[in-house]
């Protein structure tokens, strides 16, 4: 069964990788337009969607229902970009990044070497945001959860390495790695909108109080890089854009740990909030996320 999975996996994306772009992602749009919002996945969808197009609601049902088609349409764009993505030239990559708001924060932060922890919110396609930081000598370490079979999880970290992306297991080794690359002045990528383990700090967001991960404040504390909030747009067209906040300096405030961790996350809740703001239908969390 495991053989099978991997192979279908590898079929899958070599497939995608053959066709032209246009008609590969006008397929994935249309599919997932189709899909999606008769999917089981659509209540939690809308239900995700309702605080960030209006936290005091309540929201339009045809707006709603509007945005949830977009919101399928953009996810498909995103598989379907990323796996068209490890065959893209370096200087294309750079070439379709149109507008790039915030680069000079990135551009300090190198300068100043003490790493920098990239925190990230599933919009657009983060992918291609960890692509362009490759091929402007800023390579991104990433976490990613381990996958069964062993072999997908190997296949799946070798797409990233091709994108200019380096895998770090999610173990209990994750951290200390992580550490090790901020010490070294290097480009740490955290997705932090969700709080997979379900140990995260509690925070606002969109008016309702949730868990975000504390692993971005928690390493910037302890190794003195900054956190900077940013985001990977899909479009215009067939082109993307990044926006990059001003940098969060976590410094000890002489509380215990867990509040400055506490305070701090609540600043990068905020920064992902606003950017998810810009562009609702390209949040891409399917799970429910508003409980």
Not at 67 to 86: D, I, M, N
Request: charged residues 25%.
């Amino acid at each position: 069964m495991a053989p099978g999975r991997v192979a279908l996996f590898r079929s899958a994306s070599r497939i995608l990788e053959a066709l032209p772009e246009r008609v590969e992602v006008g397929v994935a749009e249309a599919v997932a337009r189709t899909v999606g919002p008769r999917s089981a996945k659509a209540a939690s969808l809308a239900d995700n969607l309702r605080p960030v197009l209006d936290p005091d609601g309540p929201v339009d049902a045809d707006l709603l229902e509007l945005f949830v088609r977009r919101g399928f349409e953009s996810y498909g764009r995103y598989w379907a970009e990323g796996a068209k993505l490890p065959g893209v030239a370096g200087e294309e990559v750079v070439r379709r990044f149109v507008i790039a708001e915030g680069l000079e924060h990135l551009e300090a932060a190198r300068d100043a070497g003490r790493g920098m922890i990239v925190a990230l919110p599933h919009v657009g396609s983060w992918d291609w945001g960890g692509a362009l930081l490759a091929r402007i000598g800023l390579p991104m370490w990433a976490v990613a959860e381990r996958l069964e079979p062993p072999e997908l999880f190997e296949w799946f970290t070798k797409k990233r390495e091709a994108m200019g992306i380096h895998v770090v297991p999610l173990d209990e080794h994750a951290t200390g790695t992580l550490a090790g690359v901020l010490r070294a002045g290097g480009v740490v990528g955290l997705l932090c909108d969700r709080d997979l383990e379900g140990n995260g700090i509690e925070v606002d967001f969109f008016n309702r109080r949730v868990t975000l991960p504390g692993g971005p404040a928690t390493l910037a504390l302890r190794t003195g890089a900054p956190i900077l909030v940013a985001a990977c747009y899909s479009g215009p067209g067939r082109d993307h854009h990044a926006v990059v906040l001003a940098p969060i300096v976590a410094e000890r405030t002489g509380a215990r740990l867990r509040e400055d961790v506490t305070r701090v996350t609540q600043r990068v809740a905020d920064g992902l909030a606003s950017l998810i703001r810009r562009a609702p239908e390209q949040w891409h969390v399917l799970p429910a996320r508003f409980d």
